[in-house]
């Protein structure tokens, strides 16, 4: 199965929500990366029927179902918010669409169906309670279990675990890819954290200000961002880009700072250039052969769980180091960090990627 999207796009109250949007999702999982207000949540409406797009083509197996509404599609969609019917069981709500559209399903079948899908989503024993019964988890586990058992051609979740605290949104994140490798069923999961989309895995699209950047399999986009746009939005944080110089088999950061070419680089000619690096990639302890000293003073230390981010600055490159332990240090404290230069990726003068890393990013 195959949705085609063809030069997409939404024009509401004379502003663009939408622009130019090309390209295709199979059955299977599906990932939507892009910060908030990037086009996501319009291209779901646009794909579940909701909203009928200003310019392009919708077409499904290659049947054109642009115009088509909601209630014509086989469509499925999941919320950030808890959406369930507060009066109804889990049960029930479980059921609601299947007594829906006149539909003459026996209620053995039924109930085959919703036990079925509240065992993948291990809310069984929560059956017979309302949903103001249930914890955050257990009621969007409802909400995707109502959303799955319709077994609609295409399933949409516009960012579902983003109301859930961080241990249940982990939880959730691991069931749900093995859910969807399960399923033949085309599935567009919005998001905008690079970390879920990598779990994820499947196909990527990454949107930003309405309009599609690149598109591939998840893995092959993170590790060969087309521009240093999708390397900024597919990196948490986002990725360092530092303007360098390319001469003389070494790249120039500052009037004190080069380093030799890495293998991945040295076929570019000599002129500038921008440098990605992820922060991860910056490290307290030297990285070796590869490992590039910088001496930097600390602009500002946060601390996240077991990681702190070191923002740094060496003169006129400020940067970012994601760090793993917990870490204090004084503003304008000095650094020494080693710069992974085997995990650098380099960009031209139009941001495009002309060079990375051999073995992933």
Same mark, same amino acid.
């Given at each position: ?39 996501? $949540? ?12 200003? $310019? ?28 369930? /019917? ?66 609609? *051609? ?72 087309? $521009? ?14 530092? *303007? ?28 500038? /250039? ?15 052969? *590869? ?17 702190? /981010? ?52």
């Amino acid at each position: 199965m195959k949705l085609d999207l063809e030069n997409l796009g939404k024009m509401m109250e004379g502003e663009m929500h939408l622009a130019e949007i090309t390209c295709a999702f199979s059955s299977g999982l599906n990932v939507l990366l892009g910060p908030t207000g990037a086009g996501k $949540t319009s291209l779901l409406r646009l794909l579940a029927g909701l909203d009928r797009p200003t $310019t392009g083509k919708i077409a499904l197996d290659g049947k054109d179902v642009t115009a088509l509404g909601v209630k014509k599609r086989s469509v499925a969609m999941v919320y950030q918010q808890f959406v369930n /019917y507060p009066s109804l069981t889990v049960y029930e709500n479980i059921a609601s669409p299947l007594r829906q559209g006149g539909g003459r399903l026996a209620a053995s079948e039924i109930d085959n169906r919703v036990r079925e899908a509240a065992k993948l989503l291990h809310i069984e024993p929560f059956l017979q309670r309302l949903p103001n019964e249930l914890s955050g988890g257990q009621q969007q586990r409802t909400a995707i279990a109502r959303a799955i058992v319709k077994g609609a *051609d295409l399933l949409l979740l516009d960012e579902p675990l983003v109301n859930l605290d961080y241990k249940l949104r982990e939880e959730l994140r691991v069931e749900l890819r093995s859910l969807f490798a399960r399923r033949d069923t085309i599935v567009v999961y919005a998001t905008t954290e690079p970390s879920e989309a990598l779990l994820l895995g499947g196909h990527c699209v990454v949107l930003d200000k309405g309009r599609a950047l690149q598109s591939g399999p998840t893995l092959q986009v993170f590790h060969h961002p087309a $521009t240093t746009r999708v390397g900024e939005l597919f990196s948490d944080p986002p990725m360092n880009l530092l *303007d360098a110089t390319i001469e003389q088999g070494q790249v120039r950061l500052t009037a004190d700072l080069a380093f030799a070419l890495p293998a991945h680089m040295r076929d570019l000619q000599p002129g500038r /250039y921008r440098i990605g690096v992820r922060p991860n990639h910056v490290s307290l302890q030297t990285a070796g052969a *590869d490992g590039v000293a910088i001496d930097a003073n600390v602009d500002l230390a946060e601390i996240s769980g077991s990681e702190t /981010y070191l923002h740094l600055r060496h003169q006129q490159l400020t940067f970012i180091a994601q760090v793993k332990g917990v870490h204090s240090f004084a503003l304008g404290a000095p650094a020494r960090v080693w710069l992974d230069r085997a995990r650098i990726f380099a960009f031209d003068a139009e941001n495009r990627l002309v060079g990375a890393p051999a073995v992933g990013g």
